[in-house]
Protein backbone atom coordinates (compact mmCIF):
# COMPACT_ATOMS: atom_id res chain seq x y z
CA UNK A 1 0.00 0.00 0.00
CA UNK A 2 1.44 3.17 -1.12
CA UNK A 3 0.87 5.98 2.09
CA UNK A 4 2.52 8.21 4.08
CA UNK A 5 3.09 7.15 7.49
CA UNK A 6 3.65 8.87 10.47
CA UNK A 7 5.30 6.95 13.70
CA UNK A 8 5.83 9.63 16.85
CA UNK A 9 8.29 7.91 19.27
CA UNK A 10 11.58 7.40 17.64
CA UNK A 11 12.35 4.44 21.13
CA UNK A 12 12.22 0.48 20.82
CA UNK A 13 8.58 0.60 19.02
CA UNK A 14 8.59 3.21 17.01
CA UNK A 15 11.94 2.35 15.58
CA UNK A 16 10.94 -1.10 14.55
CA UNK A 17 7.37 0.21 13.69
CA UNK A 18 8.99 2.95 11.03
CA UNK A 19 10.85 0.16 9.49
CA UNK A 20 8.36 -2.38 8.92
CA UNK A 21 6.44 0.26 7.44
CA UNK A 22 8.93 1.51 5.07
CA UNK A 23 9.63 -2.42 4.31
CA UNK A 24 6.26 -2.19 2.78
CA UNK A 25 6.96 0.68 0.54
CA UNK A 26 5.42 3.49 2.49
CA UNK A 27 7.11 6.52 2.97
CA UNK A 28 7.23 7.14 6.66
CA UNK A 29 8.16 10.35 8.67
CA UNK A 30 9.29 9.55 12.09
CA UNK A 31 8.79 12.12 14.78
CA UNK A 32 10.45 12.38 18.85
CA UNK A 33 10.95 15.45 20.71
CA UNK A 34 14.29 14.53 21.46
CA UNK A 35 16.92 14.95 18.90
CA UNK A 36 19.21 11.87 20.58
CA UNK A 37 16.44 9.64 20.14
CA UNK A 38 15.93 10.55 16.90
CA UNK A 39 19.43 9.78 16.22
CA UNK A 40 19.72 6.80 17.71
CA UNK A 41 16.67 5.60 15.55
CA UNK A 42 18.43 6.49 12.40
CA UNK A 43 21.80 4.31 13.81
CA UNK A 44 19.62 1.38 14.65
CA UNK A 45 17.55 1.33 11.53
CA UNK A 46 20.45 1.49 9.43
CA UNK A 47 22.23 -1.21 11.26
CA UNK A 48 19.60 -3.32 11.09
CA UNK A 49 19.35 -2.72 7.30
CA UNK A 50 22.80 -4.01 7.10
CA UNK A 51 22.39 -6.57 9.25
CA UNK A 52 19.78 -7.93 6.65
CA UNK A 53 22.34 -6.85 3.75
CA UNK A 54 25.00 -9.25 4.78
CA UNK A 55 22.53 -12.12 5.32
CA UNK A 56 21.88 -11.59 1.96
CA UNK A 57 17.74 -10.63 2.68
CA UNK A 58 17.65 -7.66 0.62
CA UNK A 59 20.18 -6.38 -2.02
CA UNK A 60 22.16 -2.80 -1.65
CA UNK A 61 19.98 -1.29 -3.95
CA UNK A 62 16.64 -2.41 -1.82
CA UNK A 63 17.93 -1.23 1.43
CA UNK A 64 18.84 2.33 -0.16
CA UNK A 65 15.91 2.89 -1.09
CA UNK A 66 13.94 1.74 1.91
CA UNK A 67 15.86 4.10 4.15
CA UNK A 68 15.43 6.63 1.69
CA UNK A 69 11.92 6.15 2.20
CA UNK A 70 12.13 7.25 6.28
CA UNK A 71 12.68 10.94 6.93
CA UNK A 72 13.32 11.82 10.57
CA UNK A 73 11.70 15.15 11.73
CA UNK A 74 12.01 17.14 14.48
CA UNK A 75 8.71 19.19 14.07
CA UNK A 76 5.39 17.56 14.71
CA UNK A 77 3.65 19.73 11.70
CA UNK A 78 5.70 17.93 9.13
CA UNK A 79 3.20 15.52 9.63
CA UNK A 80 0.39 17.13 8.24
CA UNK A 81 0.40 15.07 4.95
CA UNK A 82 0.14 11.63 6.64
CA UNK A 83 -2.50 9.22 6.08
CA UNK A 84 -2.00 7.20 8.96
CA UNK A 85 -0.18 8.43 12.42
CA UNK A 86 1.09 5.64 14.92
CA UNK A 87 1.87 6.91 18.37
CA UNK A 88 4.63 4.91 20.23
CA UNK A 89 5.89 7.38 22.92
CA UNK A 90 5.57 7.38 26.86
CA UNK A 91 3.30 5.29 28.41
CA UNK A 92 1.54 7.98 29.88
CA UNK A 93 -2.46 9.18 29.35
CA UNK A 94 -1.75 12.96 30.13
CA UNK A 95 1.25 12.96 27.59
CA UNK A 96 -0.53 11.02 24.94
CA UNK A 97 -3.82 12.84 25.30
CA UNK A 98 -2.13 16.15 24.90
CA UNK A 99 -0.15 14.66 21.27
CA UNK A 100 -3.82 13.20 20.11
CA UNK A 101 -5.55 16.56 20.60
CA UNK A 102 -2.38 18.68 19.17
CA UNK A 103 -1.93 16.04 16.44
CA UNK A 104 -6.18 16.22 15.73
CA UNK A 105 -4.95 20.01 14.13
CA UNK A 106 -2.31 19.34 11.93
CA UNK A 107 -3.71 15.96 10.04
CA UNK A 108 -5.97 16.07 7.79
CA UNK A 109 -9.67 15.05 7.88
CA UNK A 110 -9.09 11.18 7.21
CA UNK A 111 -6.30 10.56 8.59
CA UNK A 112 -6.40 7.76 10.71
CA UNK A 113 -4.59 8.29 14.40
CA UNK A 114 -3.57 5.13 16.33
CA UNK A 115 -2.29 4.46 19.73
CA UNK A 116 0.58 1.69 19.72
CA UNK A 117 -0.67 1.53 24.02
CA UNK A 118 -0.09 -1.45 25.80
CA UNK A 119 -2.35 -0.96 28.83
CA UNK A 120 -4.08 2.59 28.69
CA UNK A 121 -7.51 2.14 27.07
CA UNK A 122 -7.95 3.19 23.79
CA UNK A 123 -11.25 4.79 24.64
CA UNK A 124 -9.14 7.27 26.76
CA UNK A 125 -6.99 8.26 24.05
CA UNK A 126 -9.91 8.40 21.85
CA UNK A 127 -12.28 11.31 24.10
CA UNK A 128 -8.78 13.53 23.64
CA UNK A 129 -9.81 13.89 19.94
CA UNK A 130 -13.09 15.82 18.58
CA UNK A 131 -13.02 13.46 15.81
CA UNK A 132 -12.42 10.33 18.04
CA UNK A 133 -14.29 7.74 15.44
CA UNK A 134 -10.84 8.02 13.40
CA UNK A 135 -8.66 6.74 16.53
CA UNK A 136 -8.09 3.35 17.23
CA UNK A 137 -5.35 1.14 18.90
CA UNK A 138 -2.52 -0.85 16.87
CA UNK A 139 -0.58 -3.19 19.18
CA UNK A 140 3.16 -3.81 17.75
CA UNK A 141 4.82 -6.23 19.36
CA UNK A 142 8.63 -6.15 20.27
CA UNK A 143 10.96 -6.60 17.95
CA UNK A 144 8.09 -5.30 15.61
CA UNK A 145 10.40 -6.42 12.55
CA UNK A 146 10.35 -9.85 13.39
CA UNK A 147 6.87 -9.93 15.04
CA UNK A 148 3.96 -11.32 12.78
CA UNK A 149 1.22 -10.20 15.39
CA UNK A 150 -0.70 -6.97 15.42
CA UNK A 151 -3.54 -6.40 17.53
CA UNK A 152 -6.19 -3.87 16.41
CA UNK A 153 -8.57 -2.38 19.03
CA UNK A 154 -10.97 -0.27 18.20
CA UNK A 155 -12.20 2.19 21.30
CA UNK A 156 -16.04 2.29 21.36
CA UNK A 157 -15.66 5.25 19.79
CA UNK A 158 -13.79 3.68 16.64
CA UNK A 159 -15.75 4.12 13.38
CA UNK A 160 -16.11 0.71 11.52
CA UNK A 161 -14.51 2.47 8.71
CA UNK A 162 -11.10 2.92 10.67
CA UNK A 163 -10.92 -0.44 12.08
CA UNK A 164 -11.57 -2.24 8.08
CA UNK A 165 -8.78 0.69 7.41
CA UNK A 166 -6.57 -0.27 10.29
CA UNK A 167 -7.01 -3.96 9.23
CA UNK A 168 -5.90 -3.46 5.79
CA UNK A 169 -3.10 -1.33 6.27
CA UNK A 170 -1.85 -3.72 8.53
CA UNK A 171 -2.11 -7.25 6.31
CA UNK A 172 -0.98 -4.98 3.85
CA UNK A 173 2.37 -4.80 6.17
CA UNK A 174 2.89 -8.24 5.83
CA UNK A 175 1.68 -8.75 9.57
CA UNK A 176 -1.09 -10.84 11.16
CA UNK A 177 -3.84 -8.45 12.88
CA UNK A 178 -6.00 -9.99 15.10
CA UNK A 179 -9.42 -7.94 16.54
CA UNK A 180 -9.82 -7.57 20.25
CA UNK A 181 -11.79 -5.84 22.55
CA UNK A 182 -10.43 -2.33 24.36
CA UNK A 183 -10.21 -4.11 27.70
CA UNK A 184 -6.88 -4.45 29.86
CA UNK A 185 -3.92 -6.36 27.90
CA UNK A 186 -6.02 -6.75 25.15
CA UNK A 187 -5.25 -10.41 24.26
CA UNK A 188 -2.04 -11.18 24.60
CA UNK A 189 -0.85 -9.29 27.59
CA UNK A 190 -3.94 -11.12 29.25
CA UNK A 191 -4.09 -14.75 28.01
CA UNK A 192 -0.34 -14.87 29.36
CA UNK A 193 -0.58 -14.13 32.95
CA UNK A 194 -0.96 -17.71 34.31
CA UNK A 195 2.12 -18.10 32.08
CA UNK A 196 4.21 -16.37 34.77
CA UNK A 197 1.54 -16.04 37.59
CA UNK A 198 1.08 -19.60 38.02
CA UNK A 199 4.70 -20.45 38.04
CA UNK A 200 5.67 -18.09 40.49
CA UNK A 201 2.82 -19.48 42.74
CA UNK A 202 4.16 -22.73 41.94
CA UNK A 203 7.58 -21.73 43.40
CA UNK A 204 6.22 -19.90 46.23
CA UNK A 205 4.25 -23.10 47.72
CA UNK A 206 7.67 -25.03 47.17
CA UNK A 207 6.80 -27.50 44.84
CA UNK A 208 9.35 -27.15 42.70
CA UNK A 209 12.22 -24.71 42.22
CA UNK A 210 12.50 -22.42 38.67
CA UNK A 211 14.62 -24.70 37.26
CA UNK A 212 12.06 -27.45 37.26
CA UNK A 213 9.47 -25.00 36.39
CA UNK A 214 10.64 -24.23 33.59
CA UNK A 215 11.81 -27.45 31.74
CA UNK A 216 8.47 -28.69 32.73
CA UNK A 217 6.97 -26.47 30.44
CA UNK A 218 9.62 -26.76 27.80
CA UNK A 219 9.76 -29.99 28.12
CA UNK A 220 6.18 -31.78 28.37
CA UNK A 221 4.28 -28.48 26.54
CA UNK A 222 7.38 -27.30 23.86
CA UNK A 223 7.52 -23.42 25.26
CA UNK A 224 10.52 -22.21 23.88
CA UNK A 225 11.20 -20.38 26.89
CA UNK A 226 9.95 -21.58 30.67
CA UNK A 227 8.44 -18.85 32.52
CA UNK A 228 11.27 -17.76 34.97
CA UNK A 229 13.57 -18.24 31.88
CA UNK A 230 11.19 -15.37 29.94
CA UNK A 231 10.82 -13.00 33.03
CA UNK A 232 14.62 -12.49 33.32
CA UNK A 233 14.47 -12.18 29.33
CA UNK A 234 11.79 -9.67 29.24
CA UNK A 235 13.13 -8.01 32.34
CA UNK A 236 11.29 -8.86 36.09
CA UNK A 237 10.76 -4.72 35.93
CA UNK A 238 8.47 -4.76 33.27
CA UNK A 239 6.74 -8.34 33.71
CA UNK A 240 6.23 -6.79 37.15
CA UNK A 241 4.49 -3.28 35.77
CA UNK A 242 2.25 -5.28 33.42
CA UNK A 243 1.01 -7.57 35.68
CA UNK A 244 0.05 -4.88 38.33
CA UNK A 245 -1.47 -2.59 35.33
CA UNK A 246 -3.45 -5.49 34.31
CA UNK A 247 -4.71 -6.39 37.96
CA UNK A 248 -5.34 -2.97 38.98
CA UNK A 249 -7.24 -2.21 35.65
CA UNK A 250 -9.17 -5.69 36.02
CA UNK A 251 -10.48 -4.22 39.60
CA UNK A 252 -8.01 -6.32 41.75
CA UNK A 253 -9.59 -10.28 40.15
CA UNK A 254 -7.04 -12.66 42.12
CA UNK A 255 -6.75 -14.27 38.79
CA UNK A 256 -3.89 -11.59 37.95
CA UNK A 257 -2.66 -11.04 41.25
CA UNK A 258 0.92 -9.89 41.56
CA UNK A 259 3.82 -11.96 43.50
CA UNK A 260 6.06 -10.89 46.05
CA UNK A 261 8.66 -13.22 45.18
CA UNK A 262 9.07 -10.65 41.42
CA UNK A 263 8.52 -7.92 43.39
CA UNK A 264 11.39 -8.33 45.87
CA UNK A 265 13.22 -9.39 42.76
CA UNK A 266 12.86 -6.02 41.22
CA UNK A 267 13.71 -4.35 44.90
CA UNK A 268 17.25 -6.46 44.93
CA UNK A 269 17.64 -5.14 41.11
CA UNK A 270 17.53 -8.85 40.20
CA UNK A 271 15.92 -7.41 36.80
CA UNK A 272 16.72 -10.59 35.06
CA UNK A 273 19.31 -10.90 31.84
CA UNK A 274 19.94 -7.09 31.56
CA UNK A 275 21.37 -6.86 35.44
CA UNK A 276 23.07 -10.18 34.99
CA UNK A 277 21.23 -11.61 37.63
CA UNK A 278 17.20 -12.70 37.61
CA UNK A 279 16.05 -15.76 38.93
CA UNK A 280 18.97 -17.16 37.03
CA UNK A 281 22.61 -15.55 37.38
CA UNK A 282 24.27 -14.79 34.14
CA UNK A 283 27.68 -13.97 35.19
CA UNK A 284 30.20 -16.11 33.21
CA UNK A 285 30.90 -19.02 34.20
CA UNK A 286 27.89 -19.29 36.54
CA UNK A 287 26.52 -22.90 36.74
CA UNK A 288 22.59 -22.94 35.71
CA UNK A 289 20.58 -25.15 38.21
CA UNK A 290 19.56 -28.51 37.64
CA UNK A 291 15.56 -29.31 37.11
CA UNK A 292 14.79 -32.16 39.52
CA UNK A 293 14.21 -35.54 37.44
CA UNK A 294 10.83 -36.25 38.62
CA UNK A 295 8.33 -36.93 35.29
CA UNK A 296 5.09 -36.98 37.45
CA UNK A 297 5.90 -33.58 39.47
CA UNK A 298 7.04 -32.07 35.65
CA UNK A 299 3.43 -33.24 33.94
CA UNK A 300 1.83 -31.87 37.28
CA UNK A 301 3.45 -29.01 37.19
CA UNK A 302 2.72 -28.38 33.26
CA UNK A 303 -0.91 -29.34 33.77
CA UNK A 304 -1.52 -26.63 36.20
CA UNK A 305 0.12 -23.61 34.37
CA UNK A 306 -1.51 -25.03 31.23
CA UNK A 307 -5.29 -24.97 32.10
CA UNK A 308 -5.04 -21.77 33.96
CA UNK A 309 -3.89 -20.04 30.64
CA UNK A 310 -6.44 -21.96 28.49
CA UNK A 311 -9.26 -21.25 31.78
CA UNK A 312 -7.92 -17.44 30.71
CA UNK A 313 -8.81 -17.81 26.98
CA UNK A 314 -12.42 -19.49 27.33
CA UNK A 315 -13.21 -16.51 29.58
CA UNK A 316 -12.13 -14.47 26.64
CA UNK A 317 -14.23 -16.13 24.36
CA UNK A 318 -16.63 -15.99 26.82
CA UNK A 319 -16.36 -12.40 27.57
CA UNK A 320 -16.23 -11.84 23.14
CA UNK A 321 -12.91 -10.38 23.78
CA UNK A 322 -11.88 -11.87 20.35
CA UNK A 323 -13.01 -14.92 18.02
CA UNK A 324 -11.17 -18.17 19.14
CA UNK A 325 -9.48 -17.66 15.57
CA UNK A 326 -7.99 -14.62 16.93
CA UNK A 327 -7.60 -15.53 20.45
CA UNK A 328 -5.25 -18.96 19.22
CA UNK A 329 -3.51 -16.77 16.62
CA UNK A 330 -2.61 -13.60 19.10
CA UNK A 331 -0.90 -16.78 21.07
CA UNK A 332 0.92 -18.37 18.52
CA UNK A 333 1.98 -15.24 16.73
CA UNK A 334 2.33 -13.00 19.22
CA UNK A 335 4.44 -14.57 21.89
CA UNK A 336 5.38 -18.04 19.74
CA UNK A 337 3.10 -20.45 22.09
CA UNK A 338 3.68 -24.07 20.42
CA UNK A 339 -0.07 -24.42 19.85
CA UNK A 340 -3.22 -21.65 20.37
CA UNK A 341 -4.88 -22.27 23.65
CA UNK A 342 -8.36 -23.08 22.51
CA UNK A 343 -6.82 -25.49 19.87
CA UNK A 344 -4.68 -27.27 23.14
CA UNK A 345 -7.77 -27.27 25.57
CA UNK A 346 -9.60 -29.54 22.43
CA UNK A 347 -6.35 -31.56 22.25
CA UNK A 348 -6.44 -32.66 26.21
CA UNK A 349 -9.82 -32.51 26.30
CA UNK A 350 -12.45 -29.87 27.87
CA UNK A 351 -13.40 -32.69 30.55
CA UNK A 352 -9.59 -32.94 31.88
CA UNK A 353 -9.40 -28.82 31.72
CA UNK A 354 -12.35 -28.48 33.83
CA UNK A 355 -11.79 -31.26 35.88
CA UNK A 356 -8.02 -29.75 36.59
CA UNK A 357 -9.85 -26.73 37.65
CA UNK A 358 -12.14 -27.93 40.00
CA UNK A 359 -9.55 -29.80 41.50
CA UNK A 360 -7.34 -26.68 41.91
CA UNK A 361 -10.83 -25.21 43.20
CA UNK A 362 -11.37 -27.28 45.47
CA UNK A 363 -8.07 -27.46 46.83
CA UNK A 364 -7.56 -23.72 47.86
CA UNK A 365 -10.81 -22.38 47.57
CA UNK A 366 -9.68 -19.44 46.00
CA UNK A 367 -11.38 -17.31 43.25
CA UNK A 368 -8.16 -17.35 40.86
CA UNK A 369 -9.05 -20.82 40.98
CA UNK A 370 -13.01 -20.09 39.00
CA UNK A 371 -13.64 -22.09 36.40
CA UNK A 372 -15.06 -20.34 33.09
CA UNK A 373 -18.54 -21.04 32.74
CA UNK A 374 -18.24 -21.32 29.08
CA UNK A 375 -16.12 -24.36 29.97
CA UNK A 376 -18.56 -26.19 32.42
CA UNK A 377 -21.53 -25.23 29.90
CA UNK A 378 -19.16 -27.26 27.23
CA UNK A 379 -18.24 -29.89 29.19
CA UNK A 380 -21.89 -30.65 29.61
CA UNK A 381 -22.95 -30.58 26.29
CA UNK A 382 -19.88 -32.99 25.43
CA UNK A 383 -18.36 -29.78 22.76
CA UNK A 384 -15.28 -28.35 21.55
CA UNK A 385 -14.09 -25.02 20.75
CA UNK A 386 -14.95 -24.08 17.22
CA UNK A 387 -11.87 -22.64 16.01
CA UNK A 388 -11.63 -21.22 12.18
N1 LIG B 1 8.67 -1.98 24.51
C1 LIG B 1 7.74 -2.88 24.28
O1 LIG B 1 7.98 -4.09 24.37
C2 LIG B 1 6.37 -2.44 23.84
C3 LIG B 1 5.56 -3.35 23.15
C4 LIG B 1 4.30 -2.93 22.69
C5 LIG B 1 3.87 -1.64 22.96
N2 LIG B 1 4.67 -0.77 23.65
C6 LIG B 1 4.16 0.59 23.86
O2 LIG B 1 4.78 1.43 22.89
C7 LIG B 1 4.98 2.74 23.42
C8 LIG B 1 6.46 3.11 23.35
O3 LIG B 1 7.22 2.15 24.03
P1 LIG B 1 8.81 2.00 23.80
O4 LIG B 1 9.22 0.77 24.52
O5 LIG B 1 9.11 2.13 22.35
O6 LIG B 1 9.34 3.27 24.58
P2 LIG B 1 10.77 4.01 24.45
O7 LIG B 1 11.02 4.61 25.77
O8 LIG B 1 11.79 3.09 23.87
O9 LIG B 1 10.50 5.17 23.37
C9 LIG B 1 9.62 6.24 23.59
C10 LIG B 1 10.09 7.43 22.76
O10 LIG B 1 9.09 8.43 22.80
C11 LIG B 1 9.72 9.71 22.91
N3 LIG B 1 8.76 10.64 23.50
C12 LIG B 1 8.32 10.68 24.78
N4 LIG B 1 7.39 11.64 24.91
C13 LIG B 1 7.24 12.21 23.69
C14 LIG B 1 6.43 13.24 23.19
N5 LIG B 1 5.58 13.90 23.98
N6 LIG B 1 6.51 13.54 21.88
C15 LIG B 1 7.38 12.89 21.07
N7 LIG B 1 8.18 11.91 21.49
C16 LIG B 1 8.12 11.56 22.79
C17 LIG B 1 10.95 9.46 23.75
O11 LIG B 1 11.93 10.46 23.51
C18 LIG B 1 11.38 8.08 23.27
O12 LIG B 1 12.32 8.16 22.20
C19 LIG B 1 4.39 2.72 24.82
O13 LIG B 1 3.07 3.16 24.77
C20 LIG B 1 4.45 1.23 25.19
O14 LIG B 1 3.47 0.88 26.13
C21 LIG B 1 5.91 -1.14 24.09
Request: hydrophobic share 40%; with cysteine.
Given at each position: ???N????????M???????????????????N?????????????????????????SQ?????????????????????????????????????????N???????????????????????????????????????????????????????????????????????????????D??????????????????????????????????????????????E?????????????????????????????????????????L????????Y????????????????????????????????????????????????????????????????????????????????????????????????????????????
Amino acid sequence: MDMNVGVIGSGTMGTGIAQVAASSGCKVKIYDNQPQALEKCRKSIQGSLQKMLEKGKISQNEAEQLFGRISFIGDLTALNDSDIVIEAIIENIAVKSTLFSNLEHIVSENCILASNTSSLSIASIAASCKKAERVIGIHFFNPAQLMQLVEIIPAIQTSDATTEQALRIISSWNKIPVLAKDTPGFIVNRLARPFYGEALRIYEEGIADFATIDHAMKHFGGFRMGPFELMDFIGNDINYTVTESVFTAFYFDPRYKPSFTQKRMIEAGYLGRKSGRGYYDYAEGAAMPKAAEDESLGKDIFARILVMLINEAAEALHLNIATARDLDLAMTKGVNYPKGLLHWANEIGIDFCVDKLDELYHNYHEDRYRCSVLFRKMKAEGRKFEIN
